[in-house]
């Protein structure tokens, strides 16, 4: 007997308690593979002892999570897994054969793997704990369920299956019992495993009948053609492996055998692990995680300031975005200064906002309490004496800010932290104009604040590391996923912009058609194209950035579109495309004046416009900017949209090759 999973006689029932050692929850690891098929060999031999059989976790709130992800992200040699995924598949038919009656005792997480584990038994009971969660959610990082989900779990409760796996949704206990995809459920405070035994024993007597109609699927084909069609419209007709082939293991798999359809699966499962988008997918999975809390980015042993009171200065775009956030994720109070004309406008924004967000239950307490929070002011007040973090969101010059921050100094104390929401202007600059800069950073929001994720750091020469945890502690507070920097123009998200931009424009000029760039950059999965981006943000801001912020010779194509006064369609209805959304034909003359003609496909698009990314993300590394390639991953997928699929831009060029080609060597 092993020593993850140990079985033992109480009272004729096989009770199997699993628990991966010096792990928060249990995966299926090689060893825990190898040491349930040393319990199923005993139970096979000794089952004429038991009248059943109940799988329960050794772990307070984890039945299982599934496969181990950091076998899957790894190098695999495809033989060896394609073997491994057969055994695996021919352990739960032993276990769905083994002759008793065998149940999952499930508390907390029953996930991927966990629940294929759970589809393999006679029955499954659950306690409705709020922690309780059943699903397959592979196809959300990039996987298919390999361990007979595909199989099982159709024949188990039909169509609605499908949806199950291709949206990776996971449900609470009562929900998965109306789906069927448990039999029982229990309160949390009941004895989950007096239960199942219970539950084992009505099954072996007969006295529980299982509802186990076989679902009629018919119409299968039919119902997979729109299962198709659904995923395409979601990924903007991008035909993403594991979506597309957990469909073809469904619609091949059910109308054979189990046994059959369980190979089938595996030849899908081995198909997608060839596939560069299930290893960027897993990456990005690992980034979510990492940066999911930004407290755990402190060192151990360091407590960073407690912020009881915070300030925002500046109650426009960006200030009432960061004021929405502070009210409703920390619930603390925040002292808003900007000038009297601005208050009113700022607070009836915020309350709109935050009433949204009440209609979909999104808030625990009420808008009147969180909008009592506010300290309106136009003024240096005796209320900015006991603010412990200030974030400046004022007009994007230096010297407004200078000035603000001579005045702000004088009223905080002197060890309040500082932080500029600046986008483009030097910490180091702006650090100047304060008294005590170790306590000055940069806080770099991006809009709008309470919908995007991304927070970045900026470290200045002066800023400590007391400034860095309590603004990453904020970060943890605000939810925000956090990325720190040293100062550098652009920081990161913008510094991998920029090439990307400027590219484009120089294919504009080359005679490479509007469209055709916009939609081989879609194709490529960013949610935008980079020339319909840049007339939605502003094609005046765009110039003033790459001129005055970076000061570079802006692009012929940019710069003539700039001077013949077209600002984006949102900004004063002239831009590259017209109301309609179709390009405008007054701007091809401006934007490719010697009507030079290039004829480049998708790919040669893509990597025109992605290699200059790459090699600025080298730049960050080489300059210190960042120390760590999966800072600027995190920033190109939660600040600009990167797709997930490709695992951030530094992944991505490890996985396609691109970053041995050009440097040598891989990032990660
Ligand atoms: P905004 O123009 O919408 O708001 C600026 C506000 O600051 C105005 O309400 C103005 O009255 C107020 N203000 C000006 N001088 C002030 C002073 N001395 N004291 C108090 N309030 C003062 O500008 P926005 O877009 O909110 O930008 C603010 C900062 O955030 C800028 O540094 C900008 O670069 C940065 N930022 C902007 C982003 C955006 O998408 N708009 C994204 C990320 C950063």
């Known amino acids: 007997m092993g020593s993850i999973f140990v ?93 008793i009656p065998s149940v999952a005792a499930i508390n907390g997480q029953c996930l991927g793997g966990g629940y294929e584990f759970a589809l393999a038994m006679t029955a499954r009971i659950a306690t409705d704990s709020r922690r309780t969660l059943i699903g397959l959610p592979e196809c959300n990082v990039g996987v298919i369920p390999g361990g007979g989900g ?3 779990l159709p024949r ?51 006295k529980v009948i299982l509802k186990r109609e076989s679902p009629d699927l018919s119409a299968l084909d039919d119902v997979a053609v729109m299962a198709r069609q659904g995923v395409l419209k979601v990924t903007r007709g ?109 607070k009836a924004f915020v309350r709109k906002v935050l009433e949204g967000m009440a209609e979909k239950n999104r808030l625990r307490v009420s808008v009147d309490s969180l909008m009592e929070l506010i300290t309106p002011v136009s003024e240096w007040t005796d209320d900015f004496k006991d603010v412990d973090l200030v974030i400046e969101a004022v007009f994007e010059d230096p010297a407004v800010k200078d000035q603000v921050y001579g005045e702000l100094c004088a009223v905080v104390p002197d060890d309040c932290i500082l932080a500029s929401n600046t986008s483009s202007l030097p910490v180091n600059r702006l650090a100047k104009g304060v008294k005590n800069p170790q306590r000055f950073a940069g806080a770099h929001f991006f809009s709008p604040v ?75 999965g960013l949610p935008v194209g980079p020339v319909r981006l840049t007339d939605e943000v502003g094609i005046d801001v765009s110039y003033l950035v790459v001129t005055k912020s970076l000061g570079l010779e802006p692009p012929k194509a940019l710069e003539n579109v700039y001077k013949a006064g077209r600002y984006g369609r949102n900004k004063n209805g002239k831009g590259f495309y017209d109301k309609e959304g179709k390009v405008d034909p007054e701007v091809l003359p401006l934007i490719n004046p010697q009507g030079n003609t290039k004829d480049m496909n998708v790919e040669e698009i893509q990597a025109a416009l992605f290699t200059p990314m790459v090699m600025t993300g080298h730049d960050l590394l080489d300059k210190k900017v960042v120390d760590d390639p999966r800072a600027i991953d995190i920033g190109a997928i939660w600040g600009v949209g990167f797709p997930p699929d490709k695992g951030g831009p530094m992944k991505w060029a490890d996985i396609t090759g691109l970053s041995e080609k050009l440097f040598g060597r891989t990032f990660y």
């Open 238 to 346: 991008r035909e993403l492996p594991a979506p597309m082939l957990a469909i073809k293991a469904m619609q091949e798999g059910l109308k054979v055998s189990l046994e059959q359809g369980l190979k089938i699966e595996t030849d899908c499962f081995i198909e997608i692990m060839k596939s560069p988008e299930s290893k960027g997918m897993i990456n990005t999975f690992f980034l979510k995680t990492l940066s999911d809390k930004p407290q755990a980015m402190i060192p151990m042993g360091v407590t960073p300031r407690e912020i009881k009171k915070y300030a925002v200065l500046g109650f426009g775009t960006m200030g009432r975005g960061i004021v929405i956030d502070i009210l409703r994720r920390t619930g603390k109070p925040v002292v808003v200064k900007d000038i009297p004309e601005a208050l009113e406008p700022g």
């Open 7 to 99: 079985c033992e006689n109480q009272d004729g029932i096989a009770v199997v308690k699993f628990d991966v050692p010096s792990e928060a929850v249990n995966t299926w690891t090689e060893a825990a593979v190898d040491d349930f098929e040393k319990v199923l060999v005993d139970l096979e031999a000794q089952k004429s002892q038991y009248r059943g059989v109940v799988f329960i976790s050794g772990k307070a709130n984890n039945f299982h999570a599934g496969a181990n992800l950091n076998v899957l992200g790894g190098s695999v040699d495809l033989d060896a897994f394609h073997a491994r995924c057969t055994f695996f598949n021919e352990l739960f038919l032993r276990l769905e054969n083994l002759g």
């Open 156 to 206: 188990l409760i039909g169509y609605a299956a499908i949806e199950l796996i291709l949206k990776g949704q996971m449900v609470p206990a009562a929900k998965a019992l109306e789906l069927n995809m448990i039999d029982r459920v229990i309160s949390e405070s009941d004895d989950l495993l007096a239960q199942a035994k219970i539950f084992v024993d009505e099954i072996a007597s007969g």
């Open 450 to 524: 309470w919908k995007m994720e991304l927070m970045e750091i900026i470290r200045g020469v002066d800023t400590s590391d007391e400034t860095i945890h309590a603004l990453l502690n904020a970060a943890g507070e605000l939810k925000k996923r956090p990325v720190v920097c040293n100062d550098n123009p652009g920081f990161i998200v913008n510094a991998m912009l920029f090439p990307y931009f400027l590219r484009t424009f120089t294919l504009l000029e080359e005679g490479v058609g509007i469209e055709k760039i916009d939609s081989a950059m879609m194709k490529f």
């Open 150 to 152: 595909t199989q099982r």
